[in-house]
Structures are given as C-alpha cells and as structure tokens.
C-alpha cells in the first residue's frame, strides 16, 4: 500500500516554568506532506532547539501535538483501528541519533533484526529469518559473520547505525523518519550511511525525511529541503534551489556561516554573537524574536 | 632564524596493541612560531589528535612517545624539553604557558561549580600571585569571548553549548599562555556558533597575542582562521606552507586530493 505522510498545522506546546504564559511553543504551525510515490528524500534542516526532533516525535507518533494533525493516507495517527496502526507502524520506521543508545548492552545485536522478524511476521521459519536477516546485512554493506552473535560495545558506531539500516531494509516500509543519524559518525562512515540511503531510495522507493543540522549532508542528499527556525519551516524547495539562491534571512545566515575553504574568500564582517545566542538552544522557541542578524 | 614558540623534531607517538605497534606519528618536524595561527589538517586517524596530547604531555599508555624531541621557548624563560619535564614543573608550565581547549569541551567544566570559580580554580593553582585580580578578571575574559558579565554566576548546564565553549576558551587564555592548542574547537556545534568560535579564536590572538594551533578536519576553518597550514596524512607531515600557498597552490599530492574533495556548499561568501 502506497500513502501519504502529512503534517497539517502541527503546533506542540510544551509546559516550562518560568516562561511567560507557562509553556514553550517548540512546533508552530508546520505543513508538509511526504509523498511514497515517487520516493524522495526530503531534509528539514535547522539548529539546535529548533524543533526538528518534535517533528520527527509527531511524524512517528510519539507524542502527539497540541493542535493539528499527522495524517497517514488521509487518516489522523492517533485515531487509527490497531490494524491500521500495525500497518503504519510498520510503514513507516525511524533511525535515530544515537548508534549506542538504541541498543540494549545485555542482548546480541541479532535480537534487534529477530524481533522485527517475529514481530511483523515477515517469515515462517528460524532458517528462512536468517536468510532475510543476512541479505539485509548485506545490503548495508555488513559481513553477517562479522556482526551477528556480537555484542553492541563490540562493533563501531558506523555498523550499530547500519544495522538499524538494515532493520529497516528487512521491514521494506514506505517512509524512513531519520533523526540525526550521522551526526555521531565520522565523515567517510556518514558518507557509506547517506549513500545506502540514497539505495534504499532508488532500489526499494522508500522515501526519507532527512533532519540534520548539517547542511554539507543536505547537500550531499540533494532531493527536497525545508529549513526550520524557532518551530516555523521558513522555506522550502529544491536543494539546489535553496542553498543557491536563499530567499530567508535565516537560510541565509547558515550559509554564510559555513567556512568556505578559501583563504582569499574570509569573512569580511563580523557575526553579531547576541543574534545567533538568540536562536541557540538555550532559548525557548518563543522568546521574542530577535532583529535579523547584522553581517 | 624566525621566532619558534615549539620545536618539534623527528617526533615518533606509537600506540602499543595485541596486533603490535601501530605509528600514530611518524618522524614529524614542524615549527610553531610566536603569534601565529597554525592550522592542523589531517582525516580521521591521520594523528591529529594524538600529536596535540603528546605534546601537551597528555598521551595515556598504550600510547608511547618512541623518539623525537618537542622543545617550548616560554617568553621570557628558557627554553624547556617538553618531554623531559615532569612533576610539578609540568604542573606550572600547565595552563600558565600551555594551555589546551579539548575536543569535546562541552563536557570539560565541572557541572556543580559556577562559572566563577571554574576561573578561579585555574587561576589560582597555577598564579596564586594573581588573587587579588581575580574578580576583575573574569568580566574582562568573559568579554573577550563576547560573554556577559553575569555568565560568571551561572552553572554549566545554564549555557548552550557555544557558550560553554566560550567560557571554556576564556579560562585557557586567563592566564596569558605562550602556546594554546585547540582541538577540533568547532565540531559538534551549530554552523552559527562555529562562525562565532572562529571569530573568538581570532579576537583572542589579537587581543593577547597568543599563539594558537587549531586543529580540524575542516579544512573550511583552516582557509578563515590560519596563518599557516600543516597537513598530516598517516602520521606523517606531508606539507607545511602559508594558507594561501597551501590552498592555491598544493605541493603534495594529498593536499590537493584533500582540497578537491571538500564539498562547495552554497553561494560563494563575496
């Protein structure tokens, strides 16, 4: 079954003391659909604290906003039967941060692949599991002899993240919800990851939303990027669109404030530090909105 | 003959494994001079980091400093054998004249002392003579590093983590240090807050005259904050120039692949 992801007017509010009104407004009003077909990979870029991993929450139904709605092919995720929840779930499937977290330490990383395998009932026998397990490994570009029977601590940060990956090879779901996944590895590991991605695009028609804070990877990525800033998606369009001609102030900043490799090419002026504190993450997203930063 | 603030020469780091000793540098040479910025460039695993612990003293077992000599010429001092000295001669030379912004600095302030007595801390163990300064110190630091003053009072999970790279930044060169090496200073931060550190880092040599070696795998960074660049491949120096020789004009094959393969993002900063 081929769907539609959709946020329509998604707000999350959160409780904070200390704040004017009592709560922190972290997502405000965010569209967006995400289309199966055809695949597509679709960035939604921003800072710290901008609230892109509440999105990603919303999308995954993990928390549920405060107004609006996530729809999965026209039905809100919240009001779905179990059946069709259990088909949403298994449709659409995240990989997280962080490669050390997702694991439990106790239990060999195989546990993660077998309980899909039981879970959605994708086979009917131990031995047809493990063919599936293993082309899924290699389809991530994973030695199943080298990984399976492992405990996480034994395998680098780059396999653990492949392994997720490979999970959600095994699940063949329509929409892939990733949040950071390669902000904890190194450059040439993040580049395997992106371009299994991109597979997975191609080969299988899964679509991805892709949140980062990175914009060489949205770079990389290509495909369909928003920008999001205090809650708000500020603008939208094609990579090469976007990151050419920046039509918001804020996409604007982020990319003058990449350091281009180019010693004849400094800066000529200075960041205005108060204006980028302002967006840091240590500010609720609702605090008033500082003057555009002076550059 | 130029003004070395560091001379390293013929230095070998090799980390001892079950598999047999692995080189993390190998017979490398490089001069730091006074007040300059010096860029670091290198891969992952290139031995980056592992040159900046050895010569900060830093290196924990398995690894070993197999051969070489790093010699520091503190202003006004005589000249030291960096992997000589030992105790509390360490010890003084220690944030005093050498001073380190760690990778990963976020974590390198203490969580339950404010910001204050973080300064004090190091500004007292290492120049007792220093205490009756202390408190016009901190806002004069603080604002080195485009802090407020009233960051001083705050603890450390009050701060983003830019401003806990700053603080971090203003406490290493409380003390005037001859040489500071940073590590990575901008990764893990927003593109915003790099361009802030960067632009901190720059004030700092302006400001106080201290020598930085900056070292990242950006090689971004490097082109919009370094005087010179050594690139590292393998342990190994493979080349030593000022920046613009080093990006215009690459002598070493490895330079120019590395300088080709940095994505161009975006529109050209004009």
Do not use: C
């Not at chain 1, 492992?150 to 653990?160: A, F, M, T, V």
Request: no cysteine.
């Amino acid at each position: 079954m081929k769907s539609e992801l959709e946020l329509r007017g998604v707000q999350q509010r959160f409780h904070a003391r200390g704040v004017e009104g009592g709560y922190i407004t972290a997502v405000d009003d965010v569209s967006f659909t995400l289309a199966a077909e055809p695949p597509q990979v679709v960035s939604l870029v921003g800072q710290s604290g901008s609230g892109k991993s509440t999105i990603a929450r919303n999308v995954l139904g993990l928390q549920k906003p405060t107004e609006g709605s996530v729809l999965y092919g026209g039905k809100d995720i919240f009001k779905l039967s179990r059946a069709e929840y259990d088909e949403y779930r298994r449709d659409v499937q995240p990989v997280f941060q962080d490669p050390y977290a997702i694991f439990n330490p106790f239990y060999r990383v195989d546990r993660v692949l077998w309980k899909a395998v039981k879970k959605f009932g994708l086979t009917s026998s131990r031995s047809k599991g493990l063919e599936l397990i293993e082309e899924s490994l290699r389809a991530v570009r994973l030695e199943p002899e080298n990984v399976l029977g492992r405990y996480p601590h034994q395998l680098s940060g780059g396999q653990r993240q492949r392994i997720m990956l490979a999970r959600v090879h095994m699940l063949r779901p329509s929409f892939i919800i990733a949040d950071e996944p390669v902000s904890m590895l190194d450059a040439q590991v993040r580049k395997h990851f992106l371009d299994i991605l991109l597979d997975f695009q191609r080969e299988h028609g899964m679509t991805t939303l892709f949140i980062t804070h990175d914009l060489s990877t949205v770079y990389y990525l290509g495909g369909e990027v928003m920008v999001i800033t205090k809650g708000t998606i500020v603008e939208r369009g094609p990579v090469s669109t976007v990151m050419h001609e920046p039509s918001h102030p804020y996409t604007q900043l982020l990319l003058d404030s990449i350091p281009q490799p180019d010693p004849d090419n400094r800066w000529s002026t200075r960041i205005n530090v108060d204006a980028v504190e302002e967006l840091d993450d240590s500010t609720p997203a609702d605090a008033p909105k500082p003057e555009a930063p002076i550059l | 003959m130029s003004d070395s603030v560091l001379e390293v020469k013929g230095l070998d780091v090799t980390y001892s494994t079950n598999r047999g000793d692995v080189k993390a540098v190998r017979g490398l040479d490089l001069d730091v001079r006074r007040g300059e910025i010096l860029g670091i460039a290198g891969e992952s695993g290139s031995g980056k980091s592992t040159l900046a612990v050895a010569l900060l003293r830093l290196l924990k077992p398995p690894g070993k400093v197999t051969g070489g000599s790093v010699t520091f010429y503190p202003g006004g001092r005589s000249p030291i054998d960096l992997l000589k000295v030992d105790g509390e001669e360490l010890r003084v030379l220690r944030w005093s004249a050498l001073s380190y912004l760690p990778q990963g600095s976020m974590s390198s302030l203490n969580p339950v002392m404010r910001v204050r007595d973080q300064f004090k801390d190091v500004i007292l163990e290492h120049a007792p003579g220093r205490r009756g300064e202390v408190d016009t110190m901190i806002p004069r630091l603080l604002g080195e590093v485009g802090l407020e003053p009233r960051v001083a009072s705050m603890y450390p999970h009050e701060l983003s983590g830019g401003m806990k790279q700053r603080v971090l930044m203003a406490i290493a060169v409380a003390l005037e240090p001859d040489l500071m090496i940073a590590d990575e200073p901008t990764t893990a931060l927003d593109v915003t807050i790099q361009r802030v550190i960067l632009q901190s880092l720059g004030d700092l040599r302006r400001d106080f005259g201290v020598t930085l070696m900056v070292i990242s795998h950006d090689m971004g960074v490097h082109a919009q904050l370094a005087d010179r660049v050594a690139v590292m491949y393998e342990g190994r120096l493979v080349e030593v120039g000022d920046v613009r020789q080093v990006f215009k004009d690459p002598r070493d094959p490895y330079t120019r692949q590395l300088i080709e393969s940095i994505p161009r993002v975006g529109r050209r900063a004009s």
